[in-house]
Antibody, heavy 117, light 111 residues
Framework: QLQLQESGPGLVKPSETLSLTCTVSGGSISNTIYYWGWIRQPPGKGLEWIAS???????HYNPSLKSRVTMSVDTSKNQFSLNVNSVTPADTAVYYCARLTPVLDYWGQGTLVTVSS | QSVLTQPPSVSAAPGQKVTISCSGSTSNIGNNYVSWYQQLPGTAPKLLIY???RRPSGIPDRFSGSKSGTSATLGITGLQTGDEADYYC????????????FGGGTRLTVL
């Protein structure tokens, strides 16, 4: 059974960089069928697409976040990561990682990241 | 402001049927498959419908999907209290270079 697990700091200061990692178990991140993505959900609000990546490193970003977001993949660790720089309180959200087939068929449980001084 | 438009809330009694609409444009719903997700309180979203009307293994046939033009609809029959959740439609948008767009979500209340 495929499992995804987000990890990273739960609190980030304004203007700093938010860094999260998604560890995939029960399957290979190098499988050529799949993309891998990040989605976020501010408290009490809806879902927002952030970005996706292929095992080769090819990426696609939400245009509204593209200037601040970077995704990367580490096939040796079966992980992919997300960096969001120059964060503000508006970046406070539950961040989910997911597999794309291309629908989002497997999700991590999500991790809450709060941006506050 | 979401690219895809959903009603903020719908409600119906147990055993009844409800539909949730999702409206978009030719750059998204009009030319791409739609999927639907259920998000129970405090949990990650779960795939309910993909490719407009297909159900993953384990999803009961009480859940159905359809698409016409630039709109899609999720239908739920035989409502149960356990169906109380937020529901989201998702598709691609060709203007976003393979990025996904979400509806704003619809809160279903089973009265």
């Amino acid at each position: 059974q495929l499992q995804l697990q987000e990890s990273g700091p739960g609190l980030v200061k304004p203007s700093e960089t938010l860094s999260l990692t998604c560890t995939v178990s029960g399957g290979s991140i190098s499988n050529t069928i799949y993309y891998w993505g990040w989605i976020r959900q501010p408290p009490g609000k809806g879902l927002e697409w952030i970005a996706s990546i292929y095992y080769s490193g090819s990426t696609h970003y939400n245009p509204s976040l593209k200037s601040r977001v970077t995704m990367s993949v580490d096939t040796s660790k079966n992980q992919f990561s997300l960096n969001v720089n120059s964060v503000t309180p508006a970046d406070t959200a539950v961040y989910y990682c997911a597999r794309l087939t291309p629908v989002l068929d497997y999700w991590g449980q999500g991790t809450l990241v709060t941006v506050s001084s | 402001q979401s690219v895809l438009t959903q009603p903020p809330s719908v409600s119906a009694a147990p055993g009844q049927k409800v539909t949730i609409s999702c409206s978009g444009s030719t750059s998204n719903i009009g030319n791409n498959y739609v999927s639907w997700y259920q998000q129970l309180p405090g949990t990650a979203p779960k795939l309910l419908i993909y490719e407009n009307n297909r159900r993953p293994s384990g999803i009961p046939d009480r859940f159905s999907g359809s698409k016409s033009g630039t709109s899609a609809t999720l239908g739920i029959t035989g409502l149960q209290t356990g169906d109380e959740a937020d529901y989201y439609c998702v598709t691609w948008d060709t203007s976003l270079s393979a990025g996904r767009v979400f509806g704003g979500g619809t809160r279903l209340t089973v009265l």
